[in-house]
């Protein structure tokens, strides 16, 4: 295939659409010819078996690259279709094409039975394509059939063989029969002839998978399948179809079930069938709807009517309306179900689970059915888990699923009342929904439903609103915006807001926009400071500021405002008092400064008050004195300073009788005086909480005078009693009560039990009835009081409603009623009991036995110690069954104790044994108490459970303190056993069992025991009592998972957990001594290993359990290798062989390979050499003789079957002989003889075959020789032997094919195509370049045959083979195997010996008298010829640079040895190359002054190293000739040249210690010589770049230049990736290397020698920024140029503004062009300037308007000039014409004129145009703006109405005076009826037209008849205009 691509390249690339459009169809029948041997890429080939061969996705690769070809032949054959002239065409280009592809799908059916996916879409490109051009076939209608002409239709059809039998059948069965027989167009034909309707495709198929679905009916399947492949459809797909889309169930199941074990359905069909039978399940009848939900009312569900919907579905379904039996028939489409999304699928299954299952659904799903069926009940137990789930507890104990804010909002389906109460009680607990959170006022609402915002607990603590505020914020806002301001203050004071708890309230906006909240605000802060004076003045100022609302509040404003006394009771408050707002201090604040004068203004109206604070001085030097507070009152009588204030020192009124302290209501006098005392005993300060006082008031006041002190302690202890109850309400009283009676010694716990108990009550009945609190607290009360004198009836009542409250507050805290939560609560009321001595409550015990919850019975009345009567007489309460085992258990409780049995034995015995036990066994508690006096009492406790054998009392033991568990485990597994069992584990022990110490030894021996004997059970159990967290309990849980349940996958993970715990006990042991050392169990954990091993009962199990073992290795000690094992296992799987179990015991290397040897002769035998080979690498033993085996069977297959007759079966399985040596690594010995063993066995062959077997010969010994070669020292005299062998064979080849030449050319063929095939093969393994036989001996004379001594041992015909083949292997190089076969067979060949003496010279190994005569001979004569050509003084040789070219070059006369070099190299006629190569060798050994023989034992590349390092001038011509000769790789010669490269930039010239100093050119240059020796640019870009790395650090100039050059080669090469790393890596360089080290010059070089100024303008940011950018402006930087526009375009781009660096650029180098663009844009800058204020304000200063026009008429003059020296016609005119009018409007301001002619628009230019009043300025202006007037308008108003003929004038002088100008002149006057005046002058303009008809038109027109008649009588015009007027 991949030969045709080029060929389907050429066809349809250039013969191919004009092959199609010429109508050449031979062209494109050749193409689809040369393809139709797709899944064959050998055409060639004679084997059909290959086509099964062919790997499929070879052929979906063809298939591929056909598809252009088809794509143009399907367009062709559209296009011609359309076309009618082009149908013949399009019909025969459309056959070729179809037949085409037919015949490779029908090819393609007939070699593969099954497609594989490769095929399948192949096949699916070729159907593709047969459809598209199906449509373009000629389409034949069916022939309308009448009644009439029915036996003219039927005359010609053909009578099918069938008739007969089809006759007899039905229609169905005549179809069944021709599906399945494949005979459908027969039916056709058959139907066709009864004019039956089957006779279309259509009816037939219709009618056949009718069939399909009776025969699924009927659970036939295979015929099913058969029917629907025959008719053309995929099984597959149509009963997947069938099964998804039938509405019978039987059908559907039936279908199920098959195509599940042929796994056809995906995993997401798979869960659709679950899930519809599922529903089939719960809807069948069996199930009941969800009775919680259903037992609700529905009368809110909404009637729909469902009747018609039913309709249609029972018509579907095909269910009769009649039959009652269908109702419970639940059926489900499969198809429906795949529509229906997950949320679809619970919602359907949710009425008809129980609510255990709820929490398996999406929260989703659930919470629409709960909430559209209002059920309220389960949406409240919901709601709560959610809570708990957004706090701390386990998802795992969790009822429901995880539910979240967004699926209440989302799918709440209930009405709007239940919605609300469901988001009321989430907002209770904090959640809310985010439409709510993102509304505030719907939040409020929310709020203000669940307690409003001001609450004790506002569930607001994680609210932020989308600005970032805080509830608080928010709101304080929200009062804000709504003037709400007593709410706010409320809300503030709620919850005690303030700046420093709240910053938004001081928000500076919010003051300025509401004035009265920062009054409020600063009020707060006042009551909460009264001490700081500095808030009553920022409160003063907020509340001026209300009142000023214009101006910003201070004391000035308050003042000019007229508020005269609020401004002094501010500055009351101001730090500093008056005086300092008076004073003039530039360092204070604005709002607390004053002008005196103004305070003097404002204080008029209070003249004292401003003499107070302004006295009059009287004396210049005296100052008044101070103005105190007390002098400003002192008039007040009720506050006389004379009288009062005596205590404060600054009031200096007072008189000496005034009081001297503040008064207060505790002071002496007025105690004395109006005080009423009265005396507060011990119940005063307990009612006040106050006990300690209460205890010193009664010690002082009571105890120390009472005579009996203990009575009147009991007496005040219960008057404390009844005054705690009294108050049980008010913690701090019942604390105070508790406390005073401990004080007193007496026990306090009587009183808090009863207030709890009141509490409790309390809370219960406040929360279950609708009174009052305090009523119910006050009838509780006197019922407490009866309690304080032990009243019995209301104990009774009080403990009722007790055991009430408990249950209440239980179900309050949603805790289970029997549960150990519960029965803590309860200990409450058996202390109330005990008490009050009355019978214990057993409300708790009750319930559990009512609940048969016998555990918490029996714990609960333990724990509290309840009668044994009392529980006894409950036991009625629980199940018969219970009752029954709770008698027996609590009358033979001491009995049952002393058992030796397992749990499992004592509760199958029945109570008759037990009670027989009873007696024979020794009291238990007795034992109990007796070890108590012991002194090592667990040790006494175990040898009572050896003698009784009870395995309890060594439990128990080990309960004891000091006990050591490892005994006790052993003495209860010893104990648990049966006898037999105990008797072997113990069997070691010495002695009595009693007195034995149990240790580790004993415990591994029972352990060993008790697993051989497998009881594993017993084990467990003990390891779980006394070490539950040991490791050893998971792998005896693994143990019986494998070797009792055959459980492997949970075996595994008790595995892995093992590790786990085992790694952590390993390190546990590190650092704590532990119990059981981990060496100890590891020891055991191996014996358990290897002994799960030995008991495998199969070979399945042994399998099974070493894939367990693998990776636990290091588990076993000294055991068996488990991976090896496992892998053994897994070959020998499906064999009979199995593994030796004694392998395992007894485990070694030998052992293994032992035991693999008798593996290997037993699979041997049964000719499994695949698995034999595996078991023979797995124990790493020789395959040799097996594979030779294998080989050799197969061999023997080969000649049974025939096929060994087949050369290409023969080279084939030689071939294949070879690699399965390769793959199996057998010796190289063992393969060589195979070879050499198989080639004397071919038989001598006829002689038309004798090519063939001699070719296969010599492939045999090839092989063999190539095996032998490759051991270490190999055979030299043996692969000599073999190489003359094999030359033999090629002889005789040679020899009989010179033999049947004459033969003819068909016979030839055959034979030639045989004999290459072997000696292609053998080509592959040839020993020419085998270093073992080229060896230098053979290159040299001596030993080779000379023409006097050589033996011809061959005849004359292999003579001449033998010469003709020594001559290819010198032409193809081979000199070392020419020679040795010389030597071989004592052959003289001229040329080998010229080739030989070529190398002698060279090498000095002979001189030219050491050469053979006939070598002399052939040297003397060239001598002779050269000397009858004397006179010429040089020669003419061929340059050895291009010895294989043409040309030759003039050299100097050399030594003789290179004479005789190119002597002999011309007499030479095969290896010519050879000599050629050694003449180049020798020059080059020359001029390098060293020996031919070093260059010659290196190799190429040494040699091309030593050529590039002599710096020579033409050392890259020498290289160049060096490589054609050698044949170096690429790659090698980019490595060389890369190197050179790097070694010259980094070599110092020779003792200066510098760099040699080239130019960069030139250096590049140089560099550029060597990267040309590599063929492949891109490669020595590559070693470039990989060279960077090893340039030495500071090198930069290497790396740079590097960089340049590798550059330069991706260049070349267009190699883009080469270039972005280049690039990258010069980014790096400049980032991290140049620029830190300011090597300006290194970025400039790296910048211009790549020449990527747009990928490299951050090295013009560099330099711009280091001001080095004038670097480079250098000359001859840049020779090619594109360096000047790079800079210019970064100066636009990055730097627009840098003027000056532009224009220095621009004349750097010369850029005239950029010189005239810049004058240009800076005059027009001028021009903008002016532009930019208004015309009659420019004209204002006059001269600065000149300047700007001089300026700019000087810039565009410049810019004219550089436009005009860079050719720039047009942009240089365009400056000539702005400079005129420039100049024009100069000259207007200089004579007075201010019209305005510059920056003109468009709009205004016709305008000034008429009004400029000579044509020279018009026109200057019209050229400046490019502008086209119309000038009949301007000379209209010119000359017609202000008659200036001299503007005409101007305008002939440089205008041409157009007819259509008067014509549109004349237009004009006609339009406008001018006056008299205007008349004269068009009369005068029309004598300037020249057109006499035109003249006499318009005249004629504006009756101007004077001049008609004068032009019909001029003698000159009238002529012509008769002539024209006449025509």
Partial sequence: MSILLPFLKDIFGRYGIAGIENRQLDTVDFFLKSKENL???????????????????????????????????????????????????????????????????????????????????????????????????????????????????????????????????SVEEVIANAILNNKIPEAQTFFRISNHSAQRLEELIRIGLNLVFDNLKKNNIKEASELLKNMGFDVKDQLLKICFYTTDTNIRDFLVEILKEKNYFSENEKRTIDFVHQVEKFYSGHFQENMQIQSFARYWIKERDFFKHKSVLDSLLKYDPKDKFNKQDHRVVLNWAQWWTQLTQESILLPRISPEEYKSYSPEALWSYLTARHDWSSIILWIGEFHTQNSCASLEQNRWPLLTVDVIDRHTCCN???????????????????????????????????????????????????????????????????????????????????????????????HEAYPWFEFLVQCRQVSSNLTDPKLIFQASLANAQILIPSN???????????????????????????????????????????????????????????????????????????????????????????????????????????????PHFSSPDLVNKYAIVERLNFAYYLQHGRPSFAFGTFLVQELTKSKTPKQLIQQVGNEAYVLGLSSFYIPSVGAACVCFLELLGLDSLKLRVDMKVANIILSYKCRNEDAQYSCIRESLAEKLSKLAVGEKATIEELLNLLEEGIWNSIQQQEIKRLSSESSSQWALAVQFCRLHNVKLSTSYLRECAKANDWLQFIIHSQLHNYHPEEVKSLLQYFSPVLQDHLRLAFENLTSVSNSRMDSDQVCSRAPQELQRNKEEMADFFEVLLRCSEEPNSWCWLLAEAVKQQAPILSVLASCLQDASTIPCLCVWIITSVEDSVAAEATEHIRGSMEEHMWDLQDLSVIWRTLLTKQKSKTLIRGFQLFFKDSPLLLMMEMYELCMFFKNYKEAEAKLLEFQKSFETVETAATRVHATIPALWLKEQVCFLLKLML?????????????????????????????????????????????????????????????????????????GQFALARRVAELAELPVDNLVIEEITREMQTLKHTGQWSLKQARIDFWKKCHASFQKNSISSRAASSFFSAQAPQAPEPPAEEGRSRAGERQLLLTLAAHWLAQEGLGPVDELEELEKQIWLCRITQHTLREKQETEPRFSQHI???????????????SLSMLAALNTSKYLEINGLPSKETCENRLDWQGQESLDFLIGRLLDDGCVHEASRVCRYFHFYNQDVALVLHCRALASGEASVDDLRPEIHALLQSAERLEEEEPGIPLRKVQSTSSLDSETFVMLPPCDEVVTNLETLTSK????????????????????????????????????????????????????????????????????????????????????????????????????????????????????????????PHGELSCTTELLILAHHCFT?????????????????????????????????????????????????????????????????????????????????????????????????????????????????????????????????????????????????????????????????????????????????????????LINLGRHQLMDCLIALPRFYQASIVAEAYDFVPDWAEILYQQVILKGDFNYLEEFKQQRLLRSSIFEEISTKCKRQQPADTAVKNLKKLLTYCEDVYLYYTLAYEHKFYDIVNVLLKDPQTGCCLKDMLAG
């Fill in 552 to 662: 910003q509040a201070s004391i000035s404003s308050m003042l000019l405002e007229g508020h005269t006394l609020l401004a002094l009771a501010t500055t009351m408050y101001a730090p500093g008092g008056v005086s300092q707002v008076v004073q003039n201090d530039e360092n204070e604040t604005c709002l607390k400064k004053v002008d005196p004068q103004l305070l003097k203004m404002a204080l008029t109206p209070y003249p004292k008050l401003k003499t107070a604070l302004f006295p009059q001085y009287t004396a210049s030097n005296v100052l008044p004195p101070d103005i105190t507070l007390y002098h400003l009152i002192q008039s007040l009588l009720p506050f006389d300073p004379s009288r009062l204030f005596g205590w404060q020192t600054a009031n200096t009124l007072a008189v000496g009788d005034a009081v001297s302290h503040l």
């Fill in 39 to 169: 899944l064959n890429p050998s055409s060639k080939s004679s084997v059909p078996d290959q086509l099964d061969d062919f790997p499929s996705h070879l052929y979906l690769r063809n298939v591929e690259k056909l598809t252009p070809a088809l794509d143009l032949l399907c367009s062709a054959i559209r296009e011609s279709d359309s076309e009618t002239q082009s149908k013949h065409f399009s019909e025969q280009l459309l056959n070729l094409t179809l037949s085409f592809l037919n015949k490779q799908i029908k090819e393609l059916f007939v070699h593969n039975e099954e497609l594989d996916e490769h095929l399948q879409k192949g096949v699916n490109i070729l159907t593709s394509y047969i459809n598209e051009l199906r449509t373009f076939m000629i389409k034949f209608p069916w022939k309308i059939i009448d009644t009439g002409d029915e036996y003219d239709v039927n005359e010609n059809v053909p009578k099918v063989r069938e008739s007969n039998i089809w006759e007899k059948l």
């Fill in 1094 to 1166: 030995q008991q495998c009962g199969t070979q399945y199990e042994l399998g099974k359990l070493l894939q367990l073992f693998v990776g636990i290795e290091k588990l076993f000690f000294d055991g068996p290798d488990v991976k090896k094992l496992c892998v053994l296992s897994q070959i020998l799987k499906d064999t009979s062989i199995a593994i030796n179990h004694g392998i395992i015991s007894g485990y070694s290397l030998e052992n293994f390979q032992h035991e693999c040897r008798s593996i290997l002769e037993k699979l041997e035998t049964e």
């Fill in 1612 to 1796: 070349l090469t267009c190699h883009m990736e080469g270039i972005i790393r280049v690039l990258q890596a010069a980014r790096l360089l400049t980032d991290k290397h140049l620029a830190p080290n300011e090597e300006y010059g290194l970025m400039v070089r790296l910048l211009t020698g790549m020449g990527r100024y747009n990928e490299m303008t951050y090295i013009f940011d560099l330099l711009h920024k280091k001001h080095y950018f004038e670097v480079l402006m250098r000359k001859k930087l840049d020779p090619s140029g594109t360096l000047k526009t790079a800079l210019l375009d970064y100066i636009k781009r990055c730097r627009p503004g840098d003027s000056e660096k532009h224009n220095m650029i621009a004349l750097c180098f010369s850029m005239c062009r950029e010189i005239g663009e810049n004058h240009e844009a800076a005059a027009c800058i001028q021009l903008k300037l002016i532009e930019s204020q208004p015309w009659e304000d420019s004209l204002k200063d006059g001269h600065h308007l000149k300047q700007l026009l001089l300026k700019a008429l000087t810039l565009m003059l410049d810019a004219a000039e550089s436009y005009a020296k860079d050719s720039c016609v047009r942009q240089a005119l365009h400056c000539h014409r702005l400079t005129k009018l420039i100049t024009l409007q100069i000259h207007f301001l200089n004579t007075g004129q201010n019209t305005m």
């Fill in 1311 to 1325: 034979s030639t195509s045989g004999e290459l095939s072997f000696d292609s093969v053998a080509s592959k393994f």
């Fill in 1468 to 1591: 030479c006629l095969h290896g010519k190359s050879y000599c050629r190569q050694v003449l180049c060798l020798y020059e080059l050994a020359k001029e390098l002054g060293c020996p031919y023989t070093d260059v010659a034992a290196q190799d190429g590349e040494a040699v091309l190293r030593a050529v590039l390092a002599s710096q020579r001038p033409d050392r890259c011509k020498r290289a160049q000739t060096f490589l054609s000769t050698q044949g170096l790789e690429p790659d090698t010669v980019a490595e060389l040249v890369a190197e050179e490269v790097t070694r010259e930039l980094l070599t110092p010239s020779e003792g200066t210690g510098q760099k040699q100093m080239f130019t960069p050119a030139e250096e590049s240059q140089t560099f550029l010589q060597l990267t040309t020796l590599c063929q492949d640019r891109t490669l020595v870009g590559m070693k470039l770049l990989d060279k960077i790395s090893s340039v």
């Fill in 416 to 510: 709007s009342y239940m919605r609300n109460e469901i988001l009321d009680q989430l907002a209770r607990n904090g959640i809310f929904l985010k439409s709510e959170l993102e509304d505030f006022e719907l939040f409020l609402l929310r709020l203000n439903r669940i307690g409003g915002v001001m609450q004790d607990a506002l569930p607001i603590q994680n609210y932020r609103s989308k600005e970032g505020w805080d509830f608080h914020s928010h709101f304080i806002l929200y009062c804000l915006e709504h003037g709400l301001q007593y709410l706010l203050y409320v809300y503030l004071d709620c919850y005690k807001l303030s700046p420093s708890n709240c910053p938004f309230l001081e928000k500076k906006e919010l």
